[in-house]
């Protein structure tokens, strides 16, 4: 039998957990996250295609002045662009880590599994049959699309032998990619105003979000990591293994169950607000574990942070390459998440 | 004695002798006797309609009514057709070989990375050499086809290939490709990108018989490769150790058997774009009629999706004429269902 | 025969599991590798059918290096099944069994008259013609494993190493397999290297055993030589009883405690 032999880290819990993480170490390491956060922020804010020294940004935030162009340009674009990347980059990088969690496979992410093309066709749905505007319509088409993808992801990974195999699952998520974006295809040609409105968008872009977008989906984007965050330990414990969980007592079926409501909460919202960012869900997880171990109480936050982090980064980046011209920021996820995908499975995968 | 599920040919003087699954003869004729019907039907269609026997006359250079059938059907619709089939034919025997290989039945030549590597190139060609014809468009398909599966086995080796991570890396690798494509078409005029979006699905309109013979050798040349690897197959099948210890020399016959993948997906894109599913569906029903030996099921996978692209050109060219929906679509809308299908027959047992 | 000299097996330039090993397995009998997990005995089995290179030594057959003999002639001599092997779906006994003639066809000879005569044969010995029409993967454990054995046979080899053919088994499906494999060695003359877990099997079906531990042979022979006592503590760690079966008189292992247990109590006393 062909089973994909992954050298994975998650497998000796015991040992990694008892490289002396302590608590207070883990504990201290939040609030200088928190730091380098607002740093990046800041950094996002003053830069741009407008040159805006920091001191007339600190200016624009505490003493506004309506009239003054550059404290607009702070106000309307860079905040509102900043903030979108740090909900995004934290949602996203959440939903991917629950993923590998659950379903213990390391290449998991909600790009690579489909649900990011899901959540898009759901939009695209929106805007050529209903043309939808308010935030609310799109963030529940948006959900839609990624529920029934994850749904279906899982079953097709889950036929023949051994179950959802890291490699069935991998296979399953890349053909309903294809169909999805077929089917996203077919429609943006019917009509070429919806193409029109959804091109940029498609290529996954945090620059000119409205701030009310934001507003809009925070509601689902927090009940989605407040899910994450309260189911920590039990996804620590189903990433030993189901039955392991089984047999420590646990409701498997529960835990599942409301971790994909907190996926397709935090990926289908991230989707609706700033279109398919991949990669960030695959790559964040597997770098906050090097630093936090496997104990998933730890590794949700910092995946919070640091994925918020990353795609503010990842967003100067594209904004600097190919400065004035701004490269929407999933191609540079795609950019550095794709190596490192294929790093992960050229070292990890065995046969 | 139980009815023989194979069919034996052997000769008597010389060391000859052929076994195939008696199920494969008949299904291979009524299969390639549906298609061929469908093909001439579907010349026969179109803002000109000809009849189906007229079609056939025209097609044989038989005295036919009308003296502008041979321009419509000779010059026109004939190669559109032939290329169509042709490359079913080599995603249906490419699939085929990618799920035999991989033993999963999800496994098709689109998902590998190479159809995407192929479309990162048409499409920057179409966006940004904004005049490129059809003949460039193609030639940077397939180079950027060759391009993808290299780098891809590349990327995969270590101390050895194995069909896991080549499959994952082509994923990885197609992912990337995917967000350039993305980009490319974020920066383009917008009738470029429609054009390049038609690419992208993949249709046969407007091939002429220049993408025939470009498509021609290609597919002459490893589809019967892909038949004498058909033993091969068979035994990969039953797990790579069984084969090695069987005396097949894998590390051989899975390079030959990926490198006729390559080179009959990349030659199908490179003519007609990127047309998916028909690699992921023709093997599942070949399969489902004459079972699962390779001697059989890669002609029979062969002509099912002739059969596919046909059907799916004929359906785009009818369903709302006389606007004519790309067969790339088609084929994509019948992913839908065919998902659905493996998942209640899943359930089921 | 086969035989292993020197033989250093890796998977890769860290995990050496077998260093300079020698062994010879005598023809026309049944021989069992036992050891605990981890021991090697899989990772050896592999080695002498030529599905691992060695790193360094060589495994000769009949004084030839597997290695330098082409993979179709290998074949002819030698068959291997290894551990769970799983059929794709819908393929039928006779076409598994057929697969097994694979050496012996080609491009031209597809289906001689002899590959038919083989697949006949073998499915009669293994009592699977009656079956021969069924899907594999509707079949029981115990028919499962008799048809992948079936395409063994159909090699026609000589020799015959199986990766744990009773693991996962049930006990009558178990019984089933290993009489199966006694039959072929006494009828067929045929050599049988088998990867046993129970130690009571192999007493009871092989005539040699080679017991391994950490990747070197402790002992080899028939079984009155090797199942004692001393080699249970030395290989297993455990303690054992070890009487005359009622049937055959060859050894019968009965554990009854860790042997390491009883050392770390022993030094507990001693440090009193």
Not at chain 1, 130 to 149: D, K, P
Not at chain 1, 221 to 231: M, R, S, Y
């Amino acid at each position: 039998m062909t089973t994909t032999a992954f050298s994975h880290s998650a497998s000796a819990p015991v040992a990694r957990a008892q490289k002396g993480r302590s608590t207070a170490l883990l504990l201290a390491g939040i609030p200088i996250g928190l730091t380098l956060l607002v740093l990046t922020m800041l950094c996002s804010i003053a830069f741009g295609a407008a040159d805006i020294s920091p001191h007339v940004v600190v200016d624009a935030i505490f003493a506004f002045n309506p009239e003054n162009t550059h404290h607009l340009i702070v106000h309307t674009l860079r905040i509102p662009r900043a903030a979108v990347a740090v909900m995004v980059g934290a949602s996203l990088a959440v939903a991917g880590a629950i993923m590998q969690g659950i379903t213990r496979n390391p290449l998991a992410d909600p790009g690579i599994l489909g649900i990011q093309t899901g959540a898009a066709l759901g939009v695209v749905v929106a805007v050529y049959f209903f043309n939808i505007g308010s935030l609310t319509l799109y963030a529940l088409f948006a959900f839609t699309g990624a529920a029934l993808t994850a749904a279906t992801v899982y079953a097709l990974g889950s036929l023949g032998r051994g179950g959802p195999t890291p490699f069935k699952l991998t296979i399953a998520g890349a053909a309903l990619t294809a169909l999805l974006s077929s089917l996203t295809t077919l429609l943006l040609l019917f009509d070429q105003t919806t193409l029109e409105e959804v091109r940029f968008w498609m290529a996954g872009s945090v620059a000119g979000r409205d701030l009310s977008l934001l507003f809009q989906a925070m509601p689902y984007l927090t009940a989605g990591l407040v899910i994450a965050l309260a189911l920590g330990r039990q996804i620590t414990t189903i990433s030993l293994g189901e039955d392991v969980a089984r047999g420590l007592g646990q409701n498997i079926a529960w835990v599942k169950g409301l971790s994909a409501i907190a996926v397709v909460l935090l990926a289908g919202g991230a989707v609706a607000v700033a279109g398919p960012i991949g990669f960030i869900g695959l790559v964040i997880p597997h770098a906050v574990r090097t630093i936090v171990g496997v104990d998933y109480r730890w590794v949700l936050p910092y995946a919070a942070l640091t994925g918020a982090i990353f795609l503010l980064g990842a967003d100067i980046a594209a904004r600097m390459v190919l400065h004035p011209t701004e490269l929407p920021v999933g191609v540079m996820t795609a950019l550095i998440g794709g190596p490192f995908f294929i790093y992960l499975v050229r070292w990890r995968v065995k046969r | 004695m139980t009815t023989e599920p194979w069919v034996i040919v052997r000769n008597a003087q010389l060391p000859i002798s052929v076994r195939i699954d008696r199920r494969v003869p008949p299904v291979l004729a009524g299969v390639t006797l549906a298609t061929l019907t469908l093909m001439v039907i579907n010349i026969g269609v179109g803002e000109y309609p000809i009849a189906p026997l007229d079609v056939v006359k025209t097609v044989l250079r038989l005295p036919a009514d009308n003296a502008d059938y041979h321009f419509v059907v000779n010059v026109l619709r004939l190669p559109r057709m032939l290329v169509a089939a042709s490359v079913g034919l080599a995603l249906g025997v490419a699939g085929a070989i990618m799920q035999g290989i991989t033993r999963n039945p999800l496994a098709e030549p689109g998902i590998i990375g190479i159809s995407a590597g192929a479309s990162l190139a048409a499409v920057t060609f179409i966006v940004v050499v904004r005049s490129a014809s059809a003949g460039v468009v193609s030639l940077a398909a397939f180079i950027g086809a060759a391009l993808a599966a290299l780098l891809i086995y590349l990327l995969a080796w270590r101390k050895g290939d194995s069909p896991i991570r080549l499959v994952l890396v082509g994923i990885g690798l197609g992912s990337v490709a995917s967000a350039l494509t993305t980009l490319m078409m974020t920066f383009g005029d917008i009738y470029d990108v429609q054009r390049a979006m038609i690419w992208l699905t993949g249709s046969v309109y407007g091939r002429s018989w220049a993408e025939f013979w470009a498509l021609m050798p290609w597919v002459t040349i490893f589809a019967p490769v892909a038949l004498l690897l058909a033993r091969d197959l068979n035994v990969f099948n039953l797990g790579e150790e069984v084969a090695g210890g069987l005396g097949s020399r894998v590390a051989l016959k899975r390079g030959l058997l990926l490198l006729t993948v390559v080179a009959l997906a990349g030659a199908s894109v490179a003519a007609a774009g990127a047309i998916g599913f028909v690699g992921l569906i023709a093997p599942h029903l070949a399969r489902r009629l004459v079972g699962p030996l390779h001697e059989g099921l890669l002609p029979v996978a062969g002509v099912l999706g002739a059969f596919i692209v046909v059907a799916a050109d004929l359906a785009g060219r009818t369903l709302l004429a006389p606007i004519e929906l790309p067969c790339g679509l088609m084929t994509a809308a019948i992913g839908a269902p065919f998902f659905l299908y493996l998942l209640i027959q899943a359930h089921r047992r | 025969m086969l035989k292993a000299r020197d033989l250093t097996l890796a998977y890769d330039d860290k995990t050496i599991i077998i260093e300079a090993l020698g062994l010879t397995i005598p023809a026309g009998k049944i021989t069992a590798l036992v050891g605990p997990n981890g021991c090697g005995k899989s990772t050896l089995l592999r080695g002498l059918a030529r599905l691992l290179k060695p790193r360094q030594g060589v495994v000769l057959l009949n004084g030839q290096d597997i290695h330098r003999l082409p993979t179709r002639t290998l074949a002819k001599q030698l068959g291997i099944l290894p551990q769970g092997p799983v059929a794709p779906e819908g393929l039928t006994v006779r076409e598994l069994v057929a697969q097994g003639r694979y050496p012996h066809q080609s491009w031209f000879q597809q289906w001689a008259a002899d590959d038919e005569a083989a697949v006949t044969r073998a499915l009669e010995i293994t009592g699977m013609l009656p079956l021969a029409d069924r899907p594999v993967d509707a079949l029981s454990g115990g028919q499962r494993q008799r048809a992948w054995i079936a395409m063994t046979l159909a090699q026609e080899t000589e020799i015959i190493l199986l990766d744990e053919p009773t693991t996962f088994l049930d006990l009558a499906h178990q019984i089933e397999v290993l009489h199966l494999l006694e039959r072929l060695n006494r009828e067929e003359g045929r050599t049988i290297v088998m990867v046993v877990h129970d130690l009571n099997h192999a007493t009871r079906h092989a005539q040699h055993i080679v017991a391994l531990r950490k990747g070197c042979v402790v002992a080899s022979g028939d079984p009155h030589t090797v199942v004692t006592q001393e080699l249970l503590r030395e290989v297993f760690g455990v303690d054992a009883d070890i009487i005359p079966d009622p049937r055959t008189g060859l050894p019968l292992c009965l554990p009854y405690g860790l042997t390491h247990e009883q050392g770390v109590e022993a030094k507990i006393e001693a440090g009193r």
